[in-house]
């Protein structure tokens, strides 16, 4: 099951359900993508920066193909959790990290997992989020993309794809794009992080 407290509007903010307690603005949700080697790490980590030095708090989600360990046979954590937790903390004199398994029991699937995630930092109480920013996670059609693209227009890129519904944004580093290729809705933005940390700004005021 999907977490049914909160869901993610295609302008970006996280909705969450009244009976929850939590009357503070949701945070606004968007996921960078691109091919690797575009440079989506860069401009996210460059726009991350910007937006935490105007006091914002930002989440930042990634997702990997390689199997996440916890600590090693025989440290204790790694005990708590072959004993059966689903959930194992470590916590030290500075950042914490929580370990958490599928909650299938089995290897979970990407669009569950960075769901469920967005849910918890959605409902975080100690340090609430302002934006929670993503690389990658492509083929999760619930959270509004934003694609950088870095060289030529890619003109079969709205074609091979099915949808484009959760595409609101483009950073493109050549000046303008062909207006066909644009859909209907979609913000076309300068490949600077100066530019979409202020696009950002703008869309979390609004939406």
């Known amino acids: 099951m999907l977490p049914t407290h909160c869901s993610i509007s295609l302008q970006g903010r996280a909705k969450i359900s009244p009976h929850m307690g939590n009357d503070r603005k949701p945070p606004y949700v968007l996921s ?19 937006l935490a030095a105007k006091g914002f708090k930002v989440a930042a989600l990634k997702g990997t193909h390689h199997q996440i360990y916890l600590d090693k046979p025989g440290k204790d954590s790694y005990r708590f959790k072959k004993a059966g937790a689903t959930a194992v903390g470590l916590l030290g004199p ?41 690389e990658g996670f492509a083929h999760v059609p619930e959270l509004p993309k934003l694609r950088v693209v870095r060289d030529e227009w890619p003109l079969t890129y709205f074609a091979e794809r099915g949808h484009v519904e959760d595409l609101v944004a483009i950073a493109w580093g050549k000046g303008e794009a062909p207006p066909d290729q644009i859909p209907e809705g979609v913000a076309l933005l300068p490949l600077e992080a100066e530019a979409v940390a202020s696009w950002l700004l703008d869309r979390r005021d609004v939406s």
């Open 32 to 50: 960078f993508v691109a091919p690797s080697g575009t440079g989506k790490t860069t401009l996210l980590s460059q726009v991350i920066r910007l």
């Open 94 to 134: 500075g950042a914490s990290t929580l370990f958490l398994e599928p909650s299938d029991g089995g290897v979970g699937d990407e669009r569950k997992k960075v769901l469920e995630m967005v849910h918890w930092l959605s409902l975080y109480p100690f340090a609430p989020f302002d934006f929670i920013l993503c």
